[in-house]
């Protein structure tokens, strides 16, 4: 009957599961059911159906109603045991399932009809494996074990079937040679393995067969909400593909992306735990004596003990990415060597239980199989190399904040000597955070690679030596040589980097001085002078930029060239060495696949081996470090030490087991735990001191360097719950003796006793473990002490935290405190009030507003010591007595405090209960004032004289009245003289609400900003080249790419050639293809004058990127700089000063260094991917169907990217910022920190910047690996259509051989291309925010610095006489705002003294600015000697008046350089300035005199001294009027009055106009002038104001008496 049906083709098709030939055994069961290869696989399909039947609707119930579950928070943590190994396992089932289906349809496409049992079972099986981990993945999320019941019966049933299967073939004698074989007993061991894992999983959680289930918890970090970094909780494959970070990226472009969005670290990524760990392997090197060993060799060894283990995963993970690599090129071969073979006949395969087997090197010849395989193991490799670069890069990320934490512990013991000698500067110790701990991170990121690239090389060699021969090694060998000129290439850039490196960080030095310093730089018109030395700096800078260019662009060019000139030769050798050259196209461009791969690692070699070097250093100075002083390391006497604080220096922290980490305890206390139990020992009063002694040094001599010591036989004792005075001339030691106090110095002898009063401890705000044990033996146990410094330190913070301090608020206390400093009014003007940031230094404060910020956090403070070094400086005469009365006498008396007050105003030494002098570094004398009334008369005359008022009570009532309109000056200045605060509150309401309405819209625009590109940015960037150097660069680009695509088009059409000659010689029977006339010498010639032609423009393109780059970097910088100096002053006053400098540091850089490259990638990157894809389209027409939905996922992926990318690159860098100003802030305040015992709290600051910015960095690190894994899987796809694509077109359309390779070598790139486009795109998007932000500062107005009259047209002496006239003057600060002086009337004549008083913001300096034209004059004129000053051009102005400032600013370089910058005046000149100034004896000690060196901001001297320099400064410009604005304030009382003499002799014929603090300086002038709220109340000679009873000026120096 079957041999008549002669089925139709379709019906066959239909239905025969087992075939339905004639000759069929299929059905024949003679031998036993089971012995029936069909029925075999008939009963494999039983398990499959089972499972998908049982699970469809458990999952379809489970969705359905997932909404009504109670939904456990991060369902990611819970993993079954056994849970990667499941995955794992699963992974491989699906490639061997995948496999079995291949070989099937392989192996059915001999027989004539269908034989569905060959593939379908298998599919089942692969929809089963699907399904399995589908279900497992809900139930394990879901936390329902019960349920996985189902899994194991189909384990089991899975396991007997195909067991029996395998027993079977065994038993027919089909052996390992049948690929069927060997895949049946692979899939047997795998559902065995599955089989062990779920028993494992009811063993591990006992839910059956078991009475009692066990519990689990989720880990620490998930039961805290705040954890949203899931990489290490969720399962294999979400790890793998980042499938977590989708809803996280997708949402960035709802709304930015910042620190609450990302949330917290887990526990085992936060700097304290891998603190913790690196400490303890530290630890573990100890020698048994207890000494740590030095040298950078043990830094590696902890590092690698700590690190090493991910590392080593890492480098796994990239050898095998490696090896999967090598992949390409041969499958490659292999589909273009199936394609050409000429007979495709193949024998017939073995039939056995009735049906066919194929062996694997038949499956292996198949090209649609190798396109699957290759599709398959590009998926795989890219998945590896993602992973290794992550790991990598989160070991490094660790490895970073465990090194910053110990940076951080070790500052907090340094020697501050070993900063203010300048042996560390605050630059050196910020760098090593910045700069050092990164290069050992970048270390970390490209370990792998060092292990990686030998390996990688060798077996890129040995295959092309298997495809080529002899002739590849040559081609290896040019590579090779090449390797050694790239390396040398990248050492001269990282030298150039560094020398660039140190102008440009010169040239910032000169730009930030010339900022801070700008007013007076403008004051004395020194413009020109500074910018003309900042742009000189520049000049070196940029030929070092030049140099930097040119190595860059050579590297580049090697990069592009090398593959082609390794190609070049192998290719030439290959031919002229065998005459029957088998150039096939899959030998050729399996090659050229492979020298692109060897090129890479040759390509990264260079930065790897720079890194390692770069790290090395990093150690070796991380080490010098580490090893250099701590504070009271010195001591000789060692003797009293108590045992539990000898080594308590070295293990700060005792290690901890994790669970410390909890996050219901307040984080304060997670450094507390880790103190030693050595604090509490030395807590007891010691008895041989009286028990009213606070502080007693006997006989000590200390010292700041090895040189001899700063202060020699200081004997003192201050006495507890006292005033304690400290007086002495500028510079005799009278700080230093308070830090001797504090334990800060070197003590060379003697002995330093603290007595703590255990009654006044039970303040209670300071546990135990909070202060830190006694750092050497005889300083006892000393109490947290309220120390302001003389230089007022401030936190990056708000007002209040300035003063709390980390103390609890305290409503009432808080408020006396600010009453007592009268920094209520200052308050008031402040923006956003006390919660106004005040950082940068305390940026928009004057010197006096710091001061006092200083003093109330002292204040402040509940500790039974305070020292307040020289609180009154920069305070005038009101403030002070204000502070004096309330703040010192009042408070900290009533409050039983000991107050060790360093000062120079004598007059409030009758409060004083003890007093020391000091001279010369020692003790002049010590006692109350009645002593030393007794034993020191001369001295207490002098004093007495020096007192300018009487020993008697203050008015008080004066005072208190005169607080009243007490409005603040400088603020408000700088907020834009918002006149008396309280006129001004309407128009305050106004702004505030504009304000608020403005940051709505502002948020929509945002938004709108982000979704685009900045192209203005980038047209600004590329207009700044020029047209001639932008043609240039496009068209060098498009030539290069469209070479680079002809010399491999007319490989394929040579290669394509040699198979045709082949062919015909075969016909024609020649014996060699020559004989048949096919020479290459054609074909060869055409392709080398192509590849140096390619070669030539690689190098055109690479030199005119980074031409194009300087010339830019050139003009913009130029350009800001000019604008920036001529800009008006309220710019300054208006923009924090740190932003203008990050224009010139950070903006600059990366125009400088950054875009050009960047540039340069991006467009290369886009020209081959369009031009690899424009090949691909070109040989399989096809391919564009396909590339539509993938161009239209890729354009999704990006857009998404970009937005996340951007963000979080920005959320990196501005959570690096405070991380970097925390360590200079603490390095600057550390004396103050460690005088409150504060430690513990700042380095919890420390952890909490830390991780911020490391779980910044991690996000970034996991969007990248994000993107890079997707687009590597849309570039698979591009590779898997375009195989397919092409071996179909093949094989039915005769599509040449020589394409199909050309194709696939393109396709396999277009993966790595898109990847570099994208990100590129991303950092150029970046990058191109600081060219944006650079055009917006240059479109500032200048300041009018033409006048109507021409230099030549001034007189050449003006002004002669000094002769002022000012009529009807009204000026403001900016035409927006009030006006602060208003109609003013004065007339000053010739020689005339004027001084001018009023309260803080009377317009006082604004009357001084109006001189210089420094504000906006919109009304009236000033006349000086007959000529209107507004017709002055500025310049010539400002250079014939002098002006000294309240706030003393000294440039670094040398003094000569101080006084006179444009070198115009001599050295008898400037001595004799000197001599006025006081000065002379100071300098003449220096060594080189006039030209000793002065340190950044003048620090080497004392803020008197600074001051005096001032002076000095104006008195060398023998102009005929001099302007003293407040210029006493920070001086001695002697010195000052001095300084008054000299004014009064010295300029005897000229005119000074003095605006004073201290009333009683002006009382000898000629003439007073009394302001209030910008007008005239009175002006008369001092005398007729004094007599007249109601003047407000005599009120004054009553109040000043």
């Known amino acids: 009957m079957i041999s008549r049906y002669k089925p139709s083709p379709g019906s066959t098709m239909s239905l025969a599961f087992c075939g339905n030939e004639n000759n069929s055994l299929a059905y024949n069961v003679d031998g036993g059911v089971l012995n029936n290869g069909c029925f075999l696989d008939a009963l494999n399909v039983v398990p499959h159906v089972f499972l998908l039947f049982i699970t469809f609707p458990i999952l379809f119930i489970g969705w359905g109603s997932q909404s009504s579950k109670v939904h456990i928070h991060h369902s990611t943590w819970l993993h079954f045991p056994g849970h990667n190994l499941r995955w794992l396992l699963t992974f491989i089932l699906l490639f061997i399932l995948v496999c079995e289906i291949a070989e099937g349809i392989v192996s059915d496409g001999f027989s004539q009809s269908l034989h569905l049992h060959l593939y379908m079972p298998a599919a089942l099986a692969f929809m089963a494996g699907i399904t399995s981990i589908v279900y497992y993945h809900n139930i394990e999320t879901s936390n329902f074990p019960k349920l996985l019941l189902a899994l194991l019966i189909y384990w089991v049933l899975a396991f007997i079937m195909k067991t029996i299967k395998f027993a079977k073939y065994t038993e027919h004698g089909i052996g390992p040679r049948q690929l069927r074989y060997c895949m049946t007993g692979l899939l047997v061991l795998l559902y065995g393995l599955l089989l062990a894992v779920e028993i494992n999983v009811i063993l591990g959680r006992r839910y059956m067969c078991f009475t009692t289930p066990t519990e689990v918890k989720p880990p ?116 273009v060597h199936h394609i050409s073979k000429d007979n495709r006949t193949i024998q017939q395969p073995m039939k056995l239980l009735g049906i066919y087997f194929i062996s694997s090197k038949e499956f292996l010849e198949n090209a649609y199989v190798l396109a699957v395989l290759l599709f398959i193991t590009l998926l795989l490799q890219r998945t590896f190399l993602q992973a290794s670069y992550y790991v990598a890069i989160e070991t490094g990320i660790n490895l970073r904040g465990a090194i910053q934490t110990k940076i951080y512990n070790k500052i907090m013991r340094l020697c501050t000597s070993n900063i203010s000698m300048g042996e560390l500067t605050v630059a050196q110790i910020c760098n090593l955070v910045a700069i050092d701990t990164n290069q050992l991170m970048w270390f970390f990121f490209l370990c792998p690679n060092l292990w990686a690239m030998p390996v990688q090389i060798i077996v890129g060699v040995i295959l092309l030596y298997y495809l080529l021969g002899i002739s590849a090694l040559i081609g290896a060998t040019v590579i090779a040589l090449l390797a050694p000129v790239q390396y040398f290439v990248a050492t001269k850039l990282s030298q150039t980097q560094k020398s660039t490196l140190e102008y440009s960080s010169e040239r910032l030095k000169k730009t930030n001085e010339l900022l801070r310093g700008i007013k007076l730089l403008k004051l004395y018109a020194w413009e020109n002078v500074f910018r003309d030395s900042v742009e000189e700096t520049r000049g070196k800078e940029l030929t070092s930029l030049q140099a930097f260019a040119l190595y860059t662009s050579i590297s580049i060019f090697m990069n592009a060239a090398i593959p082609i000139a390794a190609v070049l030769t192998t290719f030439v050798v290959h031919v002229h060495i065998s005459e029957d050259a088998d150039l096939s196209p899959a030998v050729a461009f399996a090659s050229l696949s492979l020298f692109h791969i060897l090129v890479t690692p040759l390509f990264l070699l260079s930065s790897v081996v720079r890194s390692t070097v770069k790290a090395l250093v990093s150690v070796q100075k991380l080490s010098e470090f580490f090893s250099s002083d701590e504070i009271g390391d010195e001591q000789e006497p060692r003797a009293t030490l108590t045992s539990g604080c000898s080594n308590h220096n070295q293990n700060r922290y005792q290690a901890v087991p994790l669970k410390v980490v909890n996050r219901k305890r307040p984080p304060r206390d997670d450094w507390n735990n880790y103190s030693s139990q050595g604090d509490q020992e030395s807590d007891r009063p010691s008895q041989d001191v009286d028990q009213d002694i606070c502080i007693k040094i006997m006989s000590g001599y200390f010292t700041w360097t090895d040189g001899p010591p700063t202060l020699t036989n200081v004997d003192i004792k201050i006495p507890f719950g006292k005033l304690t005075m400290i007086v002495g001339q500028v510079g005799c030691g009278k700080s230093s003796l308070l830090l001797a106090a504090l334990g800060e110095m070197q003590r060379v002898s003697g002995t330093v006793i603290w007595n703590s009063l255990p009654s006044l401890e039970s303040e209670g705000d300071e546990s135990p473990t909070d202060r830190d044990a006694a750092s050497d033996g005889d300083i006892r146990k000393r109490s947290a002490v309220a120390y302001a410094s003389q230089k007022p330190w401030l936190l990056n913070a708000t007002l209040v935290e300035n003063i709390t301090f980390e103390m609890p608020m305290i409503k009432s206390r808080y408020k006396a405190v600010i009453e007592a400093c009268s920094l209520q009014p200052d308050i008031d003007i402040l923006p956003q009030g006390d919660q106004t940031e005040i950082g940068e230094r305390g940026i928009i404060l004057s010197g006096g507003q710091k001061q006092r910020i200083s003093v109330a956090r002292a204040l402040y403070q509940q500790t039974n010591v305070v020292f307040l070094d020289d609180p009154f400086s920069a305070l005038d005469i009101h403030l002070s007595d204000h502070l004096m009365q309330e703040g010192i006498l009042k408070m900290l008396r009533e409050e039983k405090r000991t107050v060790v007050l360093v000062t120079h105003k004598l007059q409030y030494l009758p409060h004083a209960d003890w007093i020391i002098a000091m001279k010369d570094g020692t003790i002049q004398t010590e006692g109350t004032l009645k002593d030393i009334q007794k034993s020191e008369p001369e001295l207490f005359e002098q004093w007495k004289t020096l007192m300018h008022r009487q020993d008697q009570e203050f008015e008080t009532e004066t005072v208190a009245a005169s607080m009243t309109d007490l409005e603040r000056k400088n603020l408000r200045r700088a907020m834009y003289s918002r006149e008396a605060a309280r006129t001004e509150e309407d128009e305050e309401g106004e702004r505030k609400e504009s304000v608020e309405s403005e940051e709505d819209d502002n948020l929509s625009q945002v938004m709108r900003q982000r979704a685009t590109i900045p192209w203005r940015s980038c047209s600004t960037y590329l207009s700044s080249a020029g047209l001639l150097l932008l043609t240039l660069l496009l068209l060098s680009q498009l030539f290069k790419h469209s070479l680079m695509v002809a010399i491999d088009y007319w490989l394929a059409h040579w290669t394509s050639h040699v198979i045709m000659a082949k062919i015909d010689a075969t016909s024609h029977n020649c014996t060699q293809t020559q004989d048949c006339g096919f020479s290459h010498s054609w074909y060869l010639s055409v392709f080398s004058v192509l590849c140096c032609l390619g070669i030539i423009l690689c190098l055109a393109t690479s030199v005119a990127v980074e031409w194009t780059g300087l010339k830019v970097a050139k003009d913009l910088h130029h350009n800001l700089l000019n604008k920036i100096i001529l800009a008006p002053m309220r710019l300054f006053e208006t923009t924090p000063l740190g932003s203008i400098l990050n224009r010139f540091s950070t903006d600059t850089n990366t125009i400088d260094q950054h875009i050009p490259t960047t540039l340069e990638c991006l467009s290369r990157s886009t020209l081959l991917c369009v031009s690899a894809l424009g090949v691909i389209s070109y040989v399989t027409p096809v391919f564009l169907i396909a590339l539509l939905p993938l161009a239209v996922a890729c354009y999704f992926i990006q857009k998404y990217f970009r937005m996340a990318s951007r963000d979080l690159q920005q959320l990196e860098d501005s959570t690096q910022l405070p991380l970097l100003s925390h360590f200079s802030e603490t390095v600057e305040g550390l004396t103050t920190i460690r005088a409150l015992r504060y430690e513990p709290r700042f380095r919890q600051r420390l952890l909490q910047f830390t991780d911020a910015n490391n779980i910044a960095s991690l996000f970034l690190t996991a969007a990248n690996r994000w993107l890079e894994v997707r687009m590597e899987y849309i570039g698979a796809c591009v590779v898997l259509v375009a195989a397919v694509a092409s071996i179909t077109n093949s094989l039915y359309n005769q599509l040449s051989p020589g394409l199909v390779g050309l194709g696939l070598t393109y396709a396999l790139m277009v993966s790595n291309y898109m990847n570099w486009m994208v990100r590129n795109l991303a950092d150029m998007e970046v990058q191109l925010g600081s060219v944006k932000r650079i055009n917006s500062l240059l479109k500032t107005e200048p300041e009018n610095y033409e006048g109507l009259l021409t230099v030549s047209q001034v007189p050449e002496g003006w002004p002669r006489h000094g002769e002022i006239k000012i009529q009807n003057l009204s000026v403001r600060y900016d035409p927006t705002l009030k006006p602060v002086l208003k109609n003013v009337n004065a007339h000053v004549s010739p020689g005339q003294k004027v001084g001018i008083c009023g309260r803080t913001g009377s317009g006082k300096s604004s009357f001084s600015l109006a001189f210089f034209r420094m504000v906006d004059t919109f009304e009236g004129r000033i006349v000086i000697d007959n000529i209107d000053i507004a017709k002055l051009p500025l310049q010539t102005l400002r250079s014939r008046l002098s002006i000294i400032l309240q706030d003393p600013i000294l440039f670094s370089g040398t003094i000569r350089f101080n006084l006179d910058p444009e070198m115009k005046a001599t050295d008898e000149m400037l001595w004799e300035a000197l001599e006025i100034a006081q000065l002379k004896h100071v300098v003449k000690t220096l060594p080189g005199g006039l030209d000793a060196t002065v340190t950044e901001g003048g620090e080497n001297f004392s803020q008197g001294q600074r001051q005096l320099f001032c002076l000095a400064r104006a008195f060398v410009r023998k102009s005929s009027i001099l302007i003293m604005d407040e210029a006493t304030a920070s001086i001695d009382m002697a010195t000052e009055s001095i300084l008054q003499k000299v004014v009064m002799t010295s300029f005897a014929d000229r005119t000074v106009v003095t605006i004073a603090h201290r009333v009683h300086t002006i009382l000898n002038a000629d003439l007073v002038i009394v302001m209030k709220r910008g007008i005239i109340l009175e002006h008369d000679t001092p005398q007729a104001l004094l007599d007249r009873e109601d003047s407000v000026f005599a009120s004054f120096v009553r109040a000043d008496k």
């Open 220 to 335: 620490e970090d998930l039961q805290d909400l705040g954890v949203r970094f899931l990489q290490p909780f969720v399962n294999l494959l979400s790890k793998a593909t980042y499938w977590w970070m989708n809803t996280f990226i997708t949402s960035a472009h709802r709304r930015p992306i910042d620190l609450k969005v990302i949330g917290k670290l887990p526990i085992a990524m936060r700097a304290l735990t891998n603190y913790i760990k690196l400490r303890k392997e530290f630890e573990d090197q100890k020698s048994p004596q207890g000494t740590a060993p030095q040298g950078p060799k043990w830094i590696w060894l902890a590092l690698r003990k700590a690190f090493g283990r991910p590392l080593i995963l890492s480098i796994t993970f990239r050898f095998m990415a490696d090896l999967l690599g090598f992949a390409g090129p041969l499958c490659i071969s292999g589909i």
